[in-house]
């Protein structure tokens, strides 16, 4: 790829519908990338997951965390949507929308709409996220025990219940008295409380009659929106290798990050979109259970971890952090249909004084170029390395790909050869200015 990024890239370029997903194991930096790719959008759609997403963005010397709204907000004139495919805790986005407004975003039914047929995350999804987690002890996955995946399994089990019930208060009474009947039945079966139905309905219809404005036909919405030739971009939550069936199961989401997803979490179909761009970090981090080939646990990843503030923002638990991943990566672009790179945290490597780069995992003799389906063969997976020389000196003040040190230059080509993507965005910081835009 060397001599192949020639020039600035203008955000034009990634406009028309875009989608943007994660090429790792989450915690990418996509909040970051979403917050650049919304100047030039009217619309920012989020697709799947809930309030475990923690997708931050620095404006100045403010920072905002965001885990249902689309980083899109921060902008003023978009549209953000919460798709479908979101299964939302209604309490939680009160509490959001509340949190940003005392901040000074304006958060109206003007610039955020809430899919009429997003499933709820209940209080009692939540109570059994976290008992789960403890029953399973050592086996444990690793959960933010926000009630996502008890969400999704009484989706799918056709027992949950959906926003727009709570415009319905009697029916949204009635379903609600036969689920919280059945829960509590399974609460004290773990030896815990039951919950109370006048209390729980009360707060649900509360937080009902306060997102009531939001609440609509999302699908509808949307193809207005295409109709119009308006600029989308989706937003995913988690990354690739957490997708429930591409990912490292059981070691995963409950919804499906990867691009497919947000056709389905959203009622756009795929023949309507024009660009898949995948972000990645300079390295790979993990949070929660599960094989992580290129991780490091000793000084070299705590160093990682501490110099790229590798703590998540939705738990506050430290991430597991290594080298950079180009097997994850490949298996992401082919997935995804990943068009471009945004790579972000490129600073976090300045001080390295060599780094590495996995072409391919080995199992004895055996040489995987991709990741094995098989969880007990990835366990014992070791990376197979090349080699970079360190630029050792900082990046943090460069806005031309042309003027990054040389070594970081080839580091960055390496990652482009060995993934198969060309690269369109580099990250040196968090702000929205740390950024060097790139045309392959």
């Known amino acids: 790829m060397a001599g192949m990024i020639s020039a600035f890239l203008r955000l034009d ?99 955020m709409a809430v899919s009429d047929t997003a499933h709820m995350v209940m209080p009692y999804h939540k109570i059994l996220d976290e008992l789960r987690e403890i029953r399973k002890g050592k086996l444990k996955i690793g959960t933010t025990k926000r009630g996502i995946g008890p969400a999704y399994a009484d989706k799918v089990s056709r027992t949950g219940i959906r926003l727009q ?25 773990y030896g815990a409380k039951p919950l109370p139905f006048e209390a729980t309905c009360e707060e649900l219809l509360r937080a009902g009659r306060f997102l009531k404005p939001f609440i609509c036909d999302s699908v509808m919405l949307l193809h ?16 690739t290798l957490l997708d429930i069936d591409y990912g490292t199961y059981p070691y995963v989401t409950s919804s499906h990050p990867t691009s497919g997803g947000a056709c389905v979490g959203s009622g756009i179909p795929p023949n309507r979109i024009d660009r898949v761009v995948g972000v990645v970090k300079a390295y790979t981090t993990r949070v929660g259970e599960g094989p992580f080939p290129t991780e490091h646990d000793g000084a070299l990843g705590e160093k990682m971890q501490r110099i790229g503030d590798e703590f998540g923002r939705t738990t506050g638990r430290g991430r597991r952090c290594g080298w950079f991943d180009a097997v994850v990566t490949r298996f992401s672009r082919m997935i995804n249909g990943i068009d471009e790179l945004a790579v ?32 007990e063969a990835l366990k014992r997976c070791r990376p197979v390395y090349q080699t970079y020389p360190g630029w050792r000196t900082s990046t943090k003040h460069i806005r031309k790909f042309e003027d990054l040190p040389k070594n970081a230059r080839l580091y960055l080509e390496a990652i482009s050869r060995h993934t198969g993507a060309p690269l369109s965005i580099i990250s040196v910081g968090p702000r929205r200015d740390d950024t060097i835009y790139v045309k392959s």
């Open 13 to 111: 370029d990634f406009m028309a519908i875009t989608i943007l997903v994660g090429g790792q194991w989450g915690d990418e930096g996509k909040g970051r990338i979403i917050d650049l790719l919304a100047e030039r959008s009217k619309y920012v759609v989020r697709y799947q997951g809930g309030s475990n997403a923690g997708h931050e963005v620095h404006i100045g010397s403010d920072v905002y965390v965001l885990h249902l709204i689309p980083s899109g907000i921060l902008h003023s004139g978009k549209v953000c949507v919460i798709g479908n495919g979101v299964v939302v805790d209604p309490v939680a986005l009160v509490g959001e929308i509340s949190e940003l407004r005392k901040r000074g975003i304006s958060v109206t039914s003007d610039n």
């Open 165 to 189: 019930e709570l415009l319905r208060p009697a029916v949204f009474r009635e379903k609600l008295r036969m689920r919280l009947a059945e829960n509590n039945a399974v609460l004290r079966s």
């Open 224 to 239: 207005q929106a295409v109709a119009q030739k308006r600029d989308i971009l989706f937003e995913g939550a988690q990354g």
């Open 344 to 375: 972000t945290k490129l600073d976090v490597l300045d001080d390295m004084p060599e780094l590495k780069i996995c072409v391919g995992y080995r199992v004895g003799p055996k040489l995987y170029e991709s990741v094995p389906s098989d969880l």
